[in-house]
């Protein structure tokens, strides 16, 4: 059986009507997608998303869409229909649906007349994404974040991840550890730090919140018409954790003055007015709900996110390239060294960007 046809039996169990129309869709990396039509009792054609959720990534789907189910419908009550993820149940009243090849299917309302950007073109582009982020974080601030399931464990825990490294590095299984003692080296030097944020979660000093923990661009609609943010998307990885953490992958990405693996190392360094333009819009918004603490925690996040992510390449690149897709020889080394310019230049810039925010 073709996967079409599998996807085909499986958008019949959903409270949709008929299936007129049945396509895969969009470029994720995670989830198969699918755009279905479906014919409804009164005759009208219905846009919908279904999508088949990754196990390898999410192994336990009925949690995730607890998560998803639990934000979705409580944001449902602050913004426009069309403003958050709505989710269509099966014909049993179901979230998910698990076909007899213990496939795990949901359906979303599809959402008209707003784009997916992979890319940030301009500092409005970048705005649009601070204000988006910020928003989803402060209608979300009174949400009690302790009920959500943790969909990947440890996901950003820094010290947690330095272990995953470290274990890597004793195991040596692609025999590599020798030909990168460099970067081996700028990853230890920095371990004592990799605590910033978990210890004053653990403490109480900073505040679990609901976190999306995957704050790219791409994860957010924008209005065809307004050019403004509709609606946060790719909401799987909605957790607890801390703020600094989507602020921090923001600044990561976005921020950043060449590609994830650039190779002329030159072009890397973080693009001070572009960490200008997030803040001030990110912080127009979550200056409202924020602690002192969460505040001072910001430009920690962003600096632990990139360490985090040049770590996780690191250990990748040692166990034999498993995990992240690559294209070419030394990819994820490449990724590596691109991230560790970025926590270098950080270092550098550490007083400027603590300045902008404070002045903020």
């Known amino acids: 059986m073709t996967d079409r046809e599998v996807a085909l039996l499986a958008a019949k169990q959903f409270n949709t009507g008929d299936v007129t129309y049945l396509e895969p869709y969009g470029n994720g990396h995670i989830n198969a997608t699918w755009l279905a039509i479906h014919k409804s009792a009164d005759g009208k054609d219905t846009k919908n998303l279904m999508q088949r959720i990754s196990t390898v990534a999410f192994k336990k789907p ?3 869409m607890e998560n998803i189910c639990g934000v979705t419908r409580f944001l449902s009550d602050k913004v426009p229909a069309d403003g958050t993820l709505t989710v269509i149940p099966t014909l049993d009243g179901k979230d998910v649906y698990c076909d007899e090849w213990d496939n795990y299917w949901r359906v979303y309302k599809f959402i008209e007349n707003a784009t997916a950007y992979d890319k940030i073109e301009n500092d409005k582009d970048f705005q649009t994404c601070g204000v988006a982020f910020g928003e989803f974080q402060q209608m979300l601030a009174d949400y009690p974040a302790e009920k959500l399931h943790e969909t990947i464990v440890n996901f950003h825990n820094t010290p947690s991840r330095f272990a995953d490294f470290k274990a890597a590095l004793a195991k040596d299984t692609a025999g590599r550890a020798k030909d990168v003692q460099d970067e081996i080296n700028f ?22 919140r609901v976190t999306h923990n995957d704050t790219k661009l791409n994860n ?19 957790m607890p954790g801390a703020v600094a953490y989507d602020f921090g992958d923001c600044i990561r990405f976005g921020a950043s003055t060449a590609a994830e693996d650039e190779t002329d190392l030159s072009k890397v360094s973080v693009d001070m007015h572009l960490f200008e333009v997030f803040a001030k819009a990110y912080l127009s918004v979550a200056n409202k709900f924020l602690t002192a603490a969460e505040k ?8 632990l996110m990139t360490l985090e992510c ?46 902008i925010v404070n002045a903020i």
Not at 187 to 208: H, N, Q
Not at 310 to 323: A, S
Request: glycine share 6%; aromatic share 8%; charged share 30%.
């Open 220 to 238: 957010i609609l924008i209005d065809d018409a307004t050019g403004e943010a509709k609606c946060v998307i790719d909401l799987d990885t909605v």
């Open 296 to 303: 001072d925690s910001l430009v920690t996040g962003a600096y």
């Open 62 to 64: 009925y949690e995730l």
């Open 187 to 208: 990853v230890l030097a920095r371990e004592a730090k990799a605590d910033a944020i978990t210890s004053k979660l653990a403490s109480g000093e900073i505040p679990w």
């Open 310 to 355: 040049g770590v996780r390449f690191l250990t990748d690149y040692l166990n034999g390239d498993v995990y992240f897709k690559i294209h070419r020889e030394n990819h994820n080394l490449d990724r590596c060294h691109t991230q560790f310019k970025l926590v270098a230049d950080m270092e550098d810039k550490e007083a400027q960007m603590r300045a």
